[in-house]
C-alpha cells in the first residue's frame, strides 16, 4: 500500500475533474448499476498514468458526448474496490491503469496499460471520443 500523502494528488487530479473515487466493492457494484454510460479509471501510481492515463481520460470529457457517470479506483491502494471493476473487466487481465467504458453496466471499450504507455494523452483522449460517439 502506498502513503495517502503520495497518492491523494494522484486521486485527486481525477475527483477534480469529476470522478467519483470507489473505495468498495459496492462502491463499484452501485457506479455500475447507474443507468447509461459509466467511464472507470483503474488509476496507478506508475508513470504512464500520470503521463498519459490522467490526462487523456480528462481531455476526452471535452467531446461533444461524454459518459453520463465516472469513475476512478487506484491500484495498490483501493483493493477491494480494483478487484471487484477488474471482474467487470473480464475477459481482459488485470492492468493498471486503464480505463474502461461500461453502458447499463456491461462493458463496451476497453483501454489496458499496452493501449496507454508510450502513446499522447492526445491519442488516447482521440480513442477515447471515438468510443464516446459510438457508446455515449
Same mark, same amino acid.
Request: proline fraction near 7%; glycine fraction near 6%; charged fraction near 20%.
Given at each position: +500500500? %502506498?502513503?495517502?500523502?503520495?497518492? *491523494?494528488? =494522484?486521486? *485527486?487530479?481525477?475527483?477534480? !475533474?469529476?470522478?467519483? #473515487?470507489?473505495?468498495? !466493492?459496492? &462502491?463499484? &457494484?452501485?457506479?455500475?448499476?447507474?443507468?447509461?454510460?459509466?467511464?472507470?479509471?483503474? *488509476? #496507478?501510481?506508475?508513470?504512464?498514468?500520470?503521463? !498519459?492515463?490522467?490526462?487523456?481520460?480528462?481531455? #476526452?470529457?471535452? !467531446? &461533444?458526448?461524454?459518459?453520463?457517470?465516472?469513475?476512478?479506483? /487506484?491500484?495498490?491502494?483501493?483493493?477491494?474496490?480494483?478487484?471487484?471493476?477488474?471482474?467487470? =473487466?473480464?475477459?481482459?487481465?488485470?492492468?493498471?491503469?486503464?480505463?474502461?467504458? /461500461?453502458? &447499463?453496466?456491461?462493458?463496451?471499450? +476497453?483501454?489496458?496499460?499496452?493501449?496507454?504507455?508510450?502513446?499522447?494523452?492526445? +491519442?488516447?483522449? #482521440?480513442?477515447?471520443?471515438?468510443? %464516446?460517439?459510438? %457508446?455515449?
Amino acid at each position: +500500500m %502506498y502513503p495517502e500523502e503520495l497518492v *491523494n494528488p =494522484m486521486r *485527486n487530479q481525477l475527483i477534480e !475533474a469529476g470522478f467519483e #473515487s470507489l473505495s468498495t !466493492a459496492e &462502491d463499484v &457494484d452501485k457506479a455500475l448499476a447507474k443507468p447509461g454510460t459509466t467511464l472507470v479509471v483503474v *488509476n #496507478s501510481i506508475c508513470g504512464c498514468a500520470a503521463g !498519459a492515463c490522467r490526462p487523456a481520460a480528462i481531455a #476526452s470529457l471535452g !467531446a &461533444d458526448k461524454t459518459p453520463n457517470n465516472l469513475a476512478t479506483v /487506484f491500484a495498490g491502494v483501493e483493493k477491494e474496490a480494483t478487484e471487484r471493476a477488474r471482474e467487470y =473487466m473480464i475477459p481482459f487481465p488485470p492492468s493498471s491503469p486503464a480505463i474502461a467504458l /461500461f453502458k &447499463d453496466g456491461k462493458l463496451v471499450h +476497453m483501454l489496458e496499460r499496452h493501449h496507454i504507455e508510450g502513446h499522447s494523452p492526445q +491519442m488516447i483522449a #482521440s480513442n477515447l471520443v471515438q468510443a %464516446y460517439e459510438e %457508446y455515449c
